[in-house]
């Protein structure tokens, strides 16, 4: 009677479901991966081909001229990126030191709930947003709005980051610098975060590789430009800001130009990205050499 | 040093009563009693610890000498650079070397001329009974791939770099092998004509080893203090026979 | 009393301390003159910790004047349009007319249409991976995942733009609209620009937030789940469903409002294919327009300050919206990888 019924209970429709079911997420795993292939291949074939020294070290041509190149976009870029990370580091670790070492109360709590809504504001509102700040004041577009958009954006991310490396710090260890008659200031930051400093380097790269891809804030910021500017109020060239500025232009010219323009932007964000895991695989507390 | 009427709590919970101690200087007074007594409490409001736990609040004076270290406008940071402390499970700096950890004291308080600091690591491992283990790795290894009982005598050595007065030292062997507590407590037992030694210990035979005073505690109240001997032999207090003749605890 | 006294000889404290801790040769050097010394001020505490709280704030400060200058800048369209704003269609710089109706739609269908193309499929991957696969690929392919969520948007449009778009026009397009145009959903011209490739570009981008999310809450449902469903004879797919998606219900809704939310305020790829023309139409073939995108083209070439503000208040609404989906995505996420799980019944 135990196996009728335990044959009753065994059908072929149930194995049938779960090979389908078993089926269907491989496919659905495929199916997912083959955008990604697809994309970097293309990216590949198509920008290594426009890839050369002209092209990292030239400001674009006028239209119709081949030649030229994304140097002033790349050397652009580097500027309002180092902008933002002069206002988005500080100011996350900051918060995240708050939270972490100082934060029992309320206020931190609301200081995290409104780190996440800042991380969930859409790019291109806090393009407006900036513009409306520093745009208009300064009554030109500049690579210091462009900085402020893209700091701005890096800080969530930043101090979420520094906030749990540093909670992952032991408590015997900030003891131990209490003990021995060392400032609490300085025992934050040369004992407490610096053991942390691995996990928050990530952090800051991570945010930085977000950032560094970003058009849409720059659009009414930084807005762009021919030329090479290395000056902080003046509208500035970045990399996807030409590079979008090119793929909906009408040139082949400079869909070419722009190809080879991804192919730079995602080797530096891929390359980011990559040390951080090296960086994570390696483990977060290192003894000194 | 001298304990008056010191009370503690962590937030409500009351978990000192009055405790008044005289602890005599240049000799090791240990501290027992059963787990949870406020054994560590106790010592953690020496060197001014137990203020750092958020919520916690002491009460009553200590004094060094002529220093009330709970007094208006003392700071607790020079309090505890006159009164060191070594934690039941060692914590050495895993970022540095053991040359950093031991200097940390120093180097962490913006001290950093070469020579000096040789001088003092060199002091502070010889008298940790540690140096000739790793005079040779100084700066090579760092402070958390040593032993459990090498960590914990250079814990010992960091403590000893800052030339403290007092020492404290919180169940230092519990964690550790007999070997090594052994070397601890000769340890102890050497640098208590330079220091004022307070350890906690939940171990009797280690108390009757190595200090010359003992206190018990029990549930937050110190029951009786006298020298090591006696306490052992002809304890006063019921209690306190009880305690050692292992009836609890 | 005997009993103390037997102990007592157990605990005699030694005195023969000499053959136990024999002397070493510690010569009695005198210690270092090196002695941190200094009096030591309360000042520079202080002084740190007011620092780090001000960054703190300065979080708070940073979203309120996000807020504010929006709120400032789109009073004007606010007057001037009110509530009719958001049920007209029509938006003419010229006459001065504007309405949000066209950019809602698109951004809404445009979103829609994206889930519903890459819910099933990061879903499918998600239990792929936490679930079926060996563990030699997860890591490889849990890798490949994430990197799909480093590629920036305005690569996503370039290659949609060369790739993506003739494949859907010369191709997918014809295809769907020879099976399924009686729908009415697959009319018109095929340009291969439009709201579909709008929806396909976005389904990419928001698979890896989708999938990265549901494996951890996947992973939080307890094990005891699924070992109770396979108890009971259950086959994989069956422990699958009844032990762990019913416990991950919540937190797979989170996931995907909090795809929702990323797809909502994309901006470059949708803006390169989607067409940019302000249609309401029932047809994905169709060109349309989302709130991003026509920030994001007229923002800068907006003449008039009602025609800048009325773009303000779209900025305005979007934010909100985000805003909105955003929270209610934490808060599902939150409720099973935190605290107890979702109550299953045994079932």
Known sequence: MHNNYLQKTFSWKRIIADRLATLGAILAALLVLTPLVAILVYLVIRGASALNWDFLTHAPKPVGETGGGMGNAIIGSALILGISSLIGIPLGIGAGIYLSEYGHGRLSTLVRFIADVLNGVPSIVMGIAVYALVVVPQRHFSALAGGVALGIMMIPTITRATEEMLLMVPRSIREAALALGVAEWRSVILVTLRTALPGVITGIMLAFARVAGETAPLLFTAFGNQFWNLKLNQPTAALPLQIYTYAISPFDEWHRQAWAGALVLIAIIMGTVLVVRLIAARGVMKGSA | MSVRDVNAWFGHVQALYDISIEIPANQVTAIIGPSGCGKSTFVRCLNRMHETIPGARVSGSVMIGNLDIYGNGTSPVLVRRRVGMVFQKANPFPTMSIYDNVAAGLKLNGIHNHRELDEVVEHALRMAALWEEVKDQLTKRSGASLSGGQQQRLCIARALAVQPEVLLMDEPCSALDPISTAKIEELIFELRSQYTIVIVTHNMQQAARVADSTGFFLLGKLVEFDSTEKIFTMPSDKRTEDYITGRFG | ?347
Request: net charge positive; aromatic share 10%; glycine share 8%.
């Open chain 3, 1 to 347: 009393m005997s009993s103390i006294l037997d102990r007592a000889k157990l605990f005699r404290p030694r005195t023969d301390t000499k053959q136990v801790f024999p002397a070493k040769t510690t010569a009695v050097v005198p210690f270092s003159k090196v002695r941190v010394t200094g009096a030591v001020s309360p000042v520079p505490d202080y002084v740190f910790r007011y620092l780090m709280v001000v960054c703190a704030l300065s979080v708070l400060a940073i979203v309120a004047l996000i807020l504010f200058e929006l709120v400032i800048e789109s009073r004007l369209s606010l007057h001037a349009f009110g509530w009719k704003f958001f049920g007209s269609q029509v938006w003419d710089p010229v006459t001065g007319d504007f309405g949000a109706l066209p950019f809602i739609y698109g951004t809404l269908v445009s979103s829609l249409l994206a889930l519903v193309m890459a819910v099933p499929l990061a879903v499918g991957l998600a239990i792929y991976l936490t679930e079926m696969c060996p563990s030699w690929l997860r890591g490889p392919l849990a890798f490949t995942t994430d990197l799909l969520a480093a590629i920036p948007s305005v690569i996503y449009g370039l290659w949609a733009i060369f790739m993506l778009v003739p494949l859907l026009r010369h191709y997918v397009e014809p295809w769907l609209a020879a099976s399924f145009g009686w729908t009415g959903l697959f009319e018109g011209a095929p340009y291969g620009v439009g709201m579909l490739a709008a929806g396909v570009i976005l389904a990419i981008m928001v698979i890896p937030i989708i999938s990265s999310i549901t494996r951890e809450v996947l992973i939080a449902v307890p094990r005891h789940q699924r070992e109770a469903a396979l108890a009971l004879g259950a086959t994989r797919w069956e422990m699958i469903q009844l032990g762990v998606l019913r416990n991950a219900r919540a937190g797979i809704f989170g996931a995907v409002i909090l795809g929702l939310g990323r797809a909502l305020g994309e901006t470059m790829a949708v803006t390169m294919v989607i067409g940019n023309r302000t249609v309401i139409a029932k047809s994905l073939f169709a060109p349309g327009y989302t709130m991003a995108s026509v920030l994001a083209n007229e923002f800068t070439e907006a003449t008039g300050d009602l025609y800048l503000s009325a773009l303000v208040e779209i900025g305005l609404v979007l934010l909100i919206l985000t805003l909105v989906v955003n929270a209610l995505a934490r808060v599902l996420v939150w409720s099973v990888t935190r605290g107890t799980p979702v109550s299953s019944h045994a079932q």
